[in-house]
């Protein structure tokens, strides 16, 4: 990088908050996925201002900007396909105020998500959206990617929460979209522009969001199956049914298997999958809804279903999910994580379908994921080095995205469309919308510097 450049940046953030050492820089390379590609730079500002003067910076000299929080991201969002300046949020990491009359919060983009679910948790509120991640993910990245998570099924997803935003633009002007009151402003719905832009569009610098009141009691239930496809149906079947449970995620044979193996807590390995689901609310109508989803279950050939009897049990339960990730990971070298989503009366089809391909391209697929959101993600465990392996899973991969669409689904219900699924984002939007999603973008960002490569400003030119 120029040292002209690079000296105004240090007077900037000061010489400690950039890495220009190639060991340093390597680590910025990657994200939870398996493509990398190296930053020019490091950056770690401490606030707006200075995220704002970099943006300037980097506008002037044409440099590319990429905004990093935690590096969760499973589509390649955070990755510098171009290069140039990583910004990474985390020193932003204060909640700068939870207002318990007025059931909102305001955080820094930096802050780990569940270090802010504690903070509102703490003033006696609940935040529902509650990515698999939330342990390491930043709030930030969460708006980025328009989170979902387990609560989704019930409660919505991270869009559903976002009253307003602070956003330095990629010419260092700054902007506020939203309020505190319902999120609403005269015009144009900035702040919905922003919640699963990807970095794309501006650095979030601020967040508000908006707080619920907390279940007053909750239940936690495992259904066990013999067969995948009854499990399938009986998410279908309950979501029809009148109940909407707070969770309903699904566990597939493989995933397990490999969840036991990493945890051993005792699942039951031969099943052909589970149900991990939640309901909540006030007690009595928690009590009957628990018998509803018993009756369900069992008409759908449950083949037992077992209640936590302590919150003991039902954290055991939810540390099983949590850790499908990591369990899934240790099978192979490469997992790719894919979350082509479908509405809920399909997912029986999705999960045939899914079958289907693991077998025509003989690869190992697990499937597990918010099964109650029509979420599933079909996670194929491979070896990136494997030239001959992966060219099959590229392939399935596209036939993925195929089913998922023509079931009426999307690429994507919350991983977002970053760098991986950015050629294929054409087949969603259609030629019009495309070429709208890239007209916005040249509109917001006319030097394409704002993490470029990625979604709308895709180009046939596989950096990576
Ligand atoms: C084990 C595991 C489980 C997961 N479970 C879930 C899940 O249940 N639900 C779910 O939705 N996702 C899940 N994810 C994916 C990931 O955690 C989420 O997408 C998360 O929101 C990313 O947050 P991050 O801070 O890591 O963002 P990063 O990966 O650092 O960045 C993601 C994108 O957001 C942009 N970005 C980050 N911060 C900002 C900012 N301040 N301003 C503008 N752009 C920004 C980046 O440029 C990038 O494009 C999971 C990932 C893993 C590894």
Redesign the pocket.
């Given at each position: 990088m120029n040292q002209a450049v690079l000296s105004k940046l240090k007077a900037i953030v000061g010489e400690n908050h950039i890495l220009t050492e190639f060991e340093d820089r390597y680590c910025y390379s990657f994200?939870?996925t398996f493509i990398n590609s190296m930053p020019d730079l490091v950056i770690q500002p401490g606030s707006r201002d200075e995220i704002a003067a970099i943006c300037r910076i980097a506008y002037a000299n044409d440099i590319p900007v990429?905004?990093?929080?935690?590096?969760?991201?499973?589509s390649g969002?955070?990755v510098p396909v171009k290069g140039g300046i990583v910004i990474e949020?985390t020193r932003l990491n204060k909640v700068l105020e939870v207002n318990t009359s007025n059931f909102y919060a305001i955080v820094e983009?930096?802050t780990i998500t569940q270090d802010y679910l504690a903070a509102v948790d703490k003033a006696g509120l609940f935040y529902p959206p509650d990515?698999?991640?939330s342990k390491?993910?930043?709030i930030?990245?969460?708006?980025?990617?328009c989170?979902?998570?387990?609560h989704g099924v019930k409660y919505g997803i991270t869009r559903d929460y976002v009253l307003g935003l602070e956003v330095v633009l990629p010419d260092g002007s700054i902007v506020q979209t939203g309020n505190l009151i319902d999120g609403d402003m005269s015009g144009p719905d900035w702040t919905m522009l922003y919640c699963g832009?990807?970095?794309?569009l501006?650095?979030?610098?601020k967040i508000m969001l908006k707080l619920t009141h907390k279940p007053q009691a909750k239940q936690t239930m495992m259904a066990t199956f013999s067969a995948i496809e009854d499990a399938a149906t009986t998410v279908s079947t309950m979501m029809a049914s009148g109940v909407i449970p707070t969770t309903l995620e699904i566990m597939d044979n493989m995933t397990i298997r490999a969840v036991e193996n990493f945890l051993n807590i005792g699942l039951p390995i031969e099943a052909g999958a589970i149900l991990l689901i939640e309901v909540d609310g006030d007690p009595q109508a928690v009590e009957k809804h628990v018998q509803h989803v018993l009756k369900v279950c069992n008409d759908c050939n449950a083949s037992s279903v077992k209640v936590a009897k302590t919150a003991q049990e039902a954290d055991g339960l939810w540390k099983a999910r949590r850790s499908v990730?990591?369990a899934c990971g240790k099978l192979n070298p490469t997992k790719i994580?894919e979350d082509a989503t479908v509405p809920r009366s399909r997912i029986p089809e999705m999960v045939s379908a899914v079958q289907a391909i693991a077998k025509k391209y003989n690869l190992k697929m697990v499937i597990f994921g918010?099964a109650g959101d029509g979420n599933l993600h079909p996670n194929i465990l491979s070896n990136k080095h494997d030239k001959e392996e992966m060219a099959r899973v590229e392939k399935a991969v596209e036939e993925l995205f195929q089913v998922a669409l023509k079931l009426g689904g999307t690429l994507s219900g919350?991983?977002?469309i970053?760098y991986l699924k950015a050629p294929f984002l054409v087949w969603e939007t259609g030629e019009e919308g495309f070429k709208f999603g890239k007209d916005v973008k040249q509109a917001v960002d006319p030097k394409s510097l704002m993490?470029p490569g990625?979604m709308f400003d895709y180009h046939d030119d596989k950096a990576v």
């Open positions: 994200d939870s990429v905004t990093r929080g935690a590096a969760t991201g499973l969002g955070a949020t983009p930096g990515p698999a991640s390491m993910s930043t930030g990245g969460n708006i980025a990617e989170a979902g998570g387990p832009s990807e970095g794309t501006g650095v979030i610098t990730s990591p994580s918010h919350e991983h977002g970053g993490n990625k």
